[in-house]
């Protein structure tokens, strides 16, 4: 969850890219459902290679870059990660790791922390092919509490998260009691955003609003048990809200993403955005690609936006929420995100809850993540 | 507020990275995911918090830099916001 926990103190729409966000490979281990991957990832290009990783760290930082996180796929997959690690912590980043932990044994996280990192995200996501699977699966269990055990032992703070669907929101008093078992000090409890995989996957998995009524109720709970000892953070799902989410803080306002084929994004999801035509790190700086490219000026500032949107009080505010839910929704990346109930689209998001709430789901099959079925759907 | 005594020597709070940047002209505060950028005398405060000072030589320090007196309010109040959020920790 790298959303809005940076904020720019001034209005210069052209400041640095504080938050660099490095995908480092789409491979994963992993099939879930609700990956937020592009379901195109078998079609794109090859990898970047350890001195191309290391020329983005060295631009970014030299244009103020100081938060990066490195995600994919599943990063430890890249034998190169700690030579990653080593080189940005040597540049002064602050460095996230976020992991499913698999592939997290003791001398990588040992090899990790001499390296300098500074912070690891562990999800928790279903690992096997049954949903149900989720909370009883012993061996994901155990995986998890072994790494769990020894991001403690390197004296990291516990980070947890664990997205919410329809198939696993009501285990939440559960998963919050797994949870403190491990010693999780943080929890995120993010329920699906529908985009990758999730969009896909949407009807099956979009909890009914009665769901995520009783989740936060279990949650509220378990925070009053627990007191100051573990930090639950609870992300509503924005179907359900009035008021877009000020998405990436405005496209090309605050955040950079590198996917592993070197394209450069203002989110890690605007791949899917045919207006935007994205610079690729092999051909261009990332100067020029953060301050001149068109890609990353095109959702700048408002002249894109349209009604309701460009006249609207709010629009300082959540800068007319997310374009690829726009996008997703309505055709139109430019339109306001159809969360927002000034939205002309507003109906297609309550539509959608009100589906959710009659409970129709499960009639079509889940689509797992994987190579050949993002061959197939691409 | 809690009091901060006059002998604590406050650093900078685990999980948190103060440094220098530049293209911000600011001391930043890093945490998991998130970032605070200090205003000039935050910045000159926390940079002097290293563990090893006591909260009367910090102020001591800050006067004699800026060629002012009586910062010690000022200085002990901030330490204790800083405390409550976790920037700062005192260790016994």
Not at chain 1, 35 to 57: M, Q
Request: glycine residues 8%; hydrophobic residues 40%; neutral net charge.
């Amino acid at each position: 969850m790298i959303e809005s926990r940076i904020e720019r103190t001034n209005d210069s729409r052209s400041g640095p890219p504080l938050w660099l966000l490095l995908e480092l490979t789409y491979r994963c281990p992993l099939h879930c459902v609700y990956c937020s991957n592009p379901t195109e990832f078998a079609h794109t290009g090859d990898e970047l290679g350890t001195d191309d990783w290391i020329r983005v760290l060295r631009e970014a930082r030299a244009l103020g870059a100081v938060q990066l996180g490195l995600s994919g796929g599943e990063p430890l997959l890249r034998d190169d990660l700690e030579q990653i690690v080593s080189e940005a912590h040597a540049l002064g980043f602050y460095i996230n790791l976020i992991t499913s932990g698999v592939g997290l044994n003791e001398s990588r996280i040992g090899a990790l922390k001499a390296a300098g990192l500074d912070h690891i995200q562990l999800s928790f996501q279903d690992s096997t092919r049954k949903m149900n699977d989720f909370l009883s699966s012993t061996r994901t269990f155990d995986l998890k509490s072994q790494v769990a055990a020894l991001i403690k032992r390197y004296d990291y703070p516990m980070v947890l998260n664990v997205v919410l669907h329809r198939h696993n929101i009501d285990h939440v008093g559960q998963i919050l009691d797994m949870a403190q078992q491990m010693g999780a000090e943080y929890v995120e409890l993010a329920n699906t955003q529908y985009y990758g995989w999730a969009w896909l996957n949407r009807e099956q998995l979009m909890p009914s609003r009665e769901q995520v009524r009783r989740a936060e109720e279990m949650t509220n709970r378990f925070r009053k048990r627990v007191g100051d000892r573990m930090k639950v953070y609870f992300v509503v799902p924005d179907y359900f809200e009035r008021r877009p989410k000020a998405c990436m803080n405005g496209l090309g306002s605050v955040f950079l993403t590198v996917a592993p084929d070197g394209i450069a994004l203002p989110c890690h999801a605007a791949r899917m955005l045919p207006d935007l035509t994205l610079p690729s790190v092999r051909e261009a700086s990332i100067g020029w690609i953060w301050y001149d490219s068109p890609g990353f000026n095109h959702f700048r500032g408002d002249a894109w936006m349209k009604e309701p949107c460009r006249s609207c009080p709010e629009k300082g505010r959540d800068f007319g929420g997310c374009r690829c839910q726009a996008y997703l929704l309505t055709g139109d990346a430019a339109n306001a995100d159809p969360v927002c109930d000034l939205s002309p689209h507003h109906h297609l998001v309550t539509e959608a809850a009100a589906h959710a709430d009659r409970g129709r789901a499960g009639e079509k099959p889940l689509i797992f993540r994987d190579h050949r079925k993002s061959i197939a759907v691409s | 507020m809690r009091d901060v005594s006059a002998t604590a020597k406050p650093l900078v709070g685990r999980g948190f990275r103060l440094q220098w940047e530049p293209a911000q002209s600011a001391h930043v505060l890093l945490y998991p995911e998130g970032m605070v950028k200090l205003n000039r005398s935050a910045g000159e405060i926390m940079s002097r918090c290293d563990g090893q000072h006591m909260l009367t030589e910090i102020v001591a320090d800050l006067e004699r830099t800026f060629g002012i007196t009586g910062l010690t309010d000022d200085v002990a109040a901030f330490v204790s916001i800083a405390v409550e959020k976790k920037w700062l920790e005192i260790r016994a």
